[in-house]
C-alpha cells in the first residue's frame, strides 16, 4: 500500500514538473501571440518608434518593405538618436514629426513649422522672416479639424494653394493692447478661417500695412500657420512673442489613388481584408477600410478585424439575463420557464416574460396606463411650449423697439406710405423656412434671403447675426427714415419683422448684380459705355447729395463702395446697404464713432480720428470714380505694392500726367479724353487726404449732371432709361470681417 503512495507521490511531481516547464516554455510564446492579436503592425515589422504605434498600410523605413504600403507617404523614418525616438513622415529632412496615426479615423497628426513677419525700428527684420511652403503627394489637409490663423495687430495672411488655383485668408487689426482680449480670435488681434477641401499643401505670406510700426512696442511681428482645431486658443501675451515656433497639423489618409468599385476589381492589390467594407475618401482621393460592426482591429491586415465578445463589455451587452457571444455579434437568450428574447428593450418591445397569463394582463394594463400618462405629459408640454413661444415673441417685439416703431409709423402714417410690419410666419413661408436654396448673399453681418410675398412680390429678406440693444431706439428711427426716402435711387425698405431675437428687414429686389461685377467682370465691362458709366455716377452722387442735404435728418452712408450699387436691367443705379448708416442730428457737423467701411474705399482722415461726416461719404464716392475710370478694384494685393491701393495709384497716375495708360480700354477707344480728363479731375478733388478740401456731394452732384448733359449732346445712342423701379436686392458676400474694423473687398453687403 505504501509503495502504491509513493508511486502516487512521483506521478504528481512529474506532473507539476511538466507543468512548470510548460509555463516556462509556452509564457513568452503565448505573451507574442497575444500581443500580436492586438497589434495594428503587421507581423515580424517594427511595432513603435518611440511612443507611437506604427500601423499599418504605414511601416518603419527600415524594415522590410512588406511592412508598408509602397507609397513613400506611408514610409515612418524612425530617428533613434533621441530618447525616446522621433518618428518622422517620409523622410528626416521634410521635418515632419509624426504626432499620432489613427487607423479609425483615417487621420495622421504632424509637427509643422509656423510663418513669421517681424519688424524693428528701422523696418523688416529679414533674419526672423519665414514664409512656410507644404506639399503633400498623397495626404489632403482635413478641411473639418484644421483653421487657418493670423496673429498680430497690422496683420493681413494669405494662404494659396501649392497649385495657385485659389487663395484666401483674414485680417487682424488693433492699435492698443486694452482692446484685445484673450480667447477666440474674433479679428482683434486673432482671425481664423475655415480650409477648403482637397487642398494637398500651400504656401503662407504676410503683409504688414504699417510695418507695425503703431504697435511696434507690444507687437512687433505677425505669425500665420494653419492647425488643427483644438491646438490653438489666442492669448493676448503672445502679440508680443509667440511661443511655439511649430503647430500640429491633422491630415485625411486613405489608400490607394482609385475608388472603392475600381479598386475591388483588381483582388491582388485591394487593401481591404476580411470582415471589413470601404468607403471612398471624402477628402483627397483614394478609398478607405473599416471593419464591419461587430468587429474591431486593423482592416488593412489579413485577419486583422477581429470579432468583439460583446457579453463581457457592459456598455455593449443589452441583455436582461444570459448573453451568448456569435461571430461578429451577440445573442439574448431567456431561462427555463419564461419566453422572449432576452433583450432588456427588443425591437418587439418585449424581454424576458414569465409564462403567466395573469402576469400578462398585469403588464398590458401598466403598458395602456403608462402610454395614456405619456400622451397627456406630452400635451401639455405642447401647449407650454406653445405658450412659450408666444411670450418669446412679444418680448423680442418689445425688445427689438416694435412699440416705438408702432407709434412712430402710426404718427407719420399720414404723410408717408408707412413701412409694414411682418409676422415671423410670413417671413418663414416666403423663404420656404428659410430653405438654403433661397440663400442670395451671406457675410458678417447676415444672410440675405430670396423671398416670395403671397402678392407674388419677390423681395429679399436680410437675417442677421448681429444686434445691439443699446441702438434700438436708432435702429427704429433709421427704419423710420429710409421708410420716407422716395428716390429711384436708392433700394426701397419695404419693412420688418421683430418677433425674432434679431430684427428681420425686407427689401424690393434688384437682378442685374452690383456695379462691382459689371465694372470687374471683362464679359460684362466691355458693355458699360462711357454714357452709362457717366450717368450710373451721376445717378449714386445724387442719391448721396439727397442723403447729405435734402433728407428730413441727414444721413452718412459710411460703406459707399461698387459692390453696394446694384443695377436694374436698364442699368439704372440703385445705392444699397444702410447697414452701417448714421443719422447725423441737425445741430452737428460730425460724429465720433467705432471705424467701420471697407479698406481701399475708408476716409483715411476718419480711419485715423475716428471723426465721421459727410466728406468721408465724399472719398468713398471718389474712388467708385477711379473704378469706373480704370476699371481697377480699389485694393488688390495681386498688384505691385505701389499699384495696390487704387486711390494712391490714380492720384499717382495724374500727377504723372498718366492718366489715359491707366484708362478702361472702352472708354479710351470712345474718344472722349476731355471730358474721361474733367471726371479725373473731379475724382482727384474728392481724394483730398484734408476733408475740408474736398467738394460737398451736392456739388459733386451737380458737375456729374453737367458731364452727364455733355455727354448726351455729343451722342444718342446710350442706354435707354426706364423710369419703373425692378424689385430686387443681393445679398453679402465679405472677404473678411474684423470687429472694430468691418472690411469688406468684393461681394454685395447688406447690414444692419
Known amino acids: 500500500m505504501k509503495r502504491v503512495e509513493g508511486r502516487t507521490m512521483v506521478i504528481h511531481k512529474l506532473l507539476l514538473k511538466v507543468v512548470v516547464l510548460e509555463i516556462i516554455i509556452l509564457g513568452p510564446h503565448h505573451n507574442y501571440i497575444a500581443e500580436a492579436d492586438d497589434s495594428l503592425t503587421k507581423p515580424g515589422c517594427q511595432r513603435f518608434c518611440g511612443n507611437l504605434e506604427i500601423p499599418f498600410p504605414f511601416g518603419s523605413s527600415d524594415s522590410d518593405s512588406k511592412c508598408r504600403t509602397d507609397h513613400p507617404s506611408f514610409r515612418v523614418v524612425c530617428d533613434n538618436s533621441t530618447d525616446p525616438p522621433i518618428p518622422y513622415m517620409n523622410t528626416k529632412d521634410s521635418g515632419f514629426k509624426i504626432l499620432n496615426i489613427s487607423i479609425q479615423d483615417h487621420e495622421l497628426r504632424v509637427n509643422i513649422p509656423i510663418g513669421r513677419d517681424c519688424y524693428n525700428s528701422s523696418g523688416k527684420d529679414l533674419s526672423l522672416r519665414k514664409s512656410p511652403l507644404l506639399n503633400l503627394a498623397k495626404f489632403a489637409i482635413s478641411s473639418t479639424k484644421n483653421k487657418f490663423t493670423a496673429i498680430g495687430c497690422d496683420t493681413s495672411a494669405r494662404f494659396r494653394d501649392h497649385d495657385g488655383k485659389f487663395f484666401f485668408g483674414c485680417m487682424s487689426w488693433c492699435s492698443n493692447i486694452t482692446d484685445v482680449s484673450s480667447g477666440s480670435c474674433s479679428g482683434i488681434g486673432c482671425c481664423q478661417t475655415g480650409i477648403p477641401k482637397n487642398t494637398l499643401g500651400y504656401g503662407i505670406s504676410i503683409v504688414s500695412y504699417f510695418n507695425h510700426s503703431d504697435v511696434l512696442d507690444f507687437n512687433p511681428c505677425s505669425y500665420a500657420f494653419v492647425a488643427a482645431n483644438d491646438f490653438y486658443n489666442f492669448s493676448v501675451g503672445d502679440l508680443t512673442r509667440l511661443k511655439f515656433n511649430e503647430s500640429a497639423l491633422v491630415l485625411d489618409w486613405a489608400a490607394g489613388n482609385q475608388t472603392c468599385e475600381e479598386a475591388q476589381q483588381n483582388s491582388t492589390s485591394y487593401m481591404c481584408k476580411n470582415n471589413t467594407y470601404c468607403m471612398n475618401a471624402e477628402n483627397g482621393f483614394g478609398y478607405k477600410c473599416f471593419c464591419l460592426e461587430g468587429y474591431r482591429g486593423n482592416p488593412y491586415l489579413q485577419n486583422g478585424c477581429n470579432d468583439i465578445d460583446e457579453c463581457v463589455d457592459p456598455e455593449m451587452n443589452k441583455c436582461e439575463r444570459k448573453c451568448h457571444n456569435i461571430e461578429g455579434s451577440y445573442q439574448c437568450l431567456c431561462p427555463k420557464n419564461y419566453h422572449g428574447n432576452g433583450k432588456k428593450i427588443s425591437e418587439d418591445g418585449q424581454g424576458c416574460i414569465a409564462n403567466s397569463s395573469h402576469l400578462m394582463k398585469i403588464l398590458v394594463g401598466v403598458s395602456v396606463g403608462i402610454i395614456v400618462l405619456l400622451f397627456s405629459i406630452g400635451f401639455m408640454y405642447f401647449g407650454y411650449k406653445q405658450r412659450k413661444l408666444i411670450r418669446l415673441k412679444e418680448q423680442y417685439f418689445k425688445q427689438n423697439g416694435g412699440l416705438l416703431l408702432q407709434q412712430q409709423l402710426h404718427e407719420r402714417g399720414r404723410t408717408t406710405k408707412a413701412t409694414k410690419i411682418f409676422s415671423i410666419e410670413e417671413l418663414e413661408k416666403a423663404t420656404n423656412n428659410y430653405d438654403e436654396t433661397r440663400i442670395i448673399g451671406q457675410g ?126 436698364n442699368y439704372t443705379a440703385k445705392v444699397s446697404d444702410f447697414g452701417a448708416s448714421r443719422l447725423v442730428p441737425l445741430d452737428q457737423t460730425q460724429l465720433s464713432t467705432m471705424v467701420q467701411g471697407t479698406l481701399g474705399y475708408l476716409d483715411p482722415e476718419y480711419l485715423h480720428t475716428s471723426q465721421l461726416n459727410e466728406k468721408s461719404d465724399v472719398y468713398s464716392f471718389g474712388v467708385v470714380l477711379a473704378e469706373l475710370l480704370t476699371g481697377k478694384k480699389a485694393l488688390s494685393f495681386d498688384r505691385p505694392e505701389e499699384e495696390r491701393s487704387l486711390a494712391t495709384y490714380f492720384l499717382s497716375s495724374l500727377k504723372n500726367d498718366k492718366l489715359l495708360h491707366i484708362v478702361e480700354e472702352v472708354i479710351a477707344n470712345e474718344g472722349n479724353n476731355d471730358q474721361v480728363r474733367e471726371v479725373a479731375n473731379l475724382a482727384k478733388r474728392c481724394l483730398k487726404l484734408k476733408g475740408e478740401e474736398r467738394p460737398t456731394m451736392k456739388e459733386v452732384a451737380m458737375e456729374l449732371e453737367g458731364f452727364k448733359a455733355m455727354a448726351k449732346h455729343s451722342w444718342a445712342n446710350g442706354i435707354d432709361e426706364n423710369p419703373e423701379e425692378t424689385v430686387c436686392l443681393l445679398g453679402e458676400k465679405p472677404d473678411v470681417y474684423v470687429d472694430s474694423i468691418v472690411i469688406t473687398n468684393t461681394g454685395y453687403t447688406n447690414s444692419i
Open 444 to 569: 458678417g453681418y447676415g444672410t440675405v434671403y430670396r423671398g416670395l410675398l403671397p402678392n407674388n412680390m419677390v423681395v429679399a429678406i436680410k437675417k442677421s447675426k448681429l444686434v445691439d440693444h443699446g441702438q434700438i431706439e436708432q435702429f427704429i428711427n433709421e427704419v423710420v427714415v429710409l421708410s420716407q426716402i422716395n428716390n429711384r435711387n436708392v433700394v426701397k425698405l419695404l419693412g420688418c419683422c421683430l418677433e425674432t431675437e434679431v430684427p428681420l428687414l425686407v427689401y424690393e429686389f434688384v437682378n442685374n448684380g452690383t456695379l462691382f461685377d459689371h465694372v470687374h467682370n471683362t464679359d460684362k465691362s466691355s458693355k458699360l459705355s462711357w454714357e452709362t458709366r457717366l450717368r450710373i455716377a451721376s445717378e449714386t452722387a445724387g442719391v448721396l447729395s439727397y442723403l447729405h442735404s435734402m433728407a428730413s435728418t441727414p444721413i452718412i452712408h459710411r460703406d459707399v463702395k461698387s459692390a453696394n450699387i446694384l443695377l436694374d436691367d
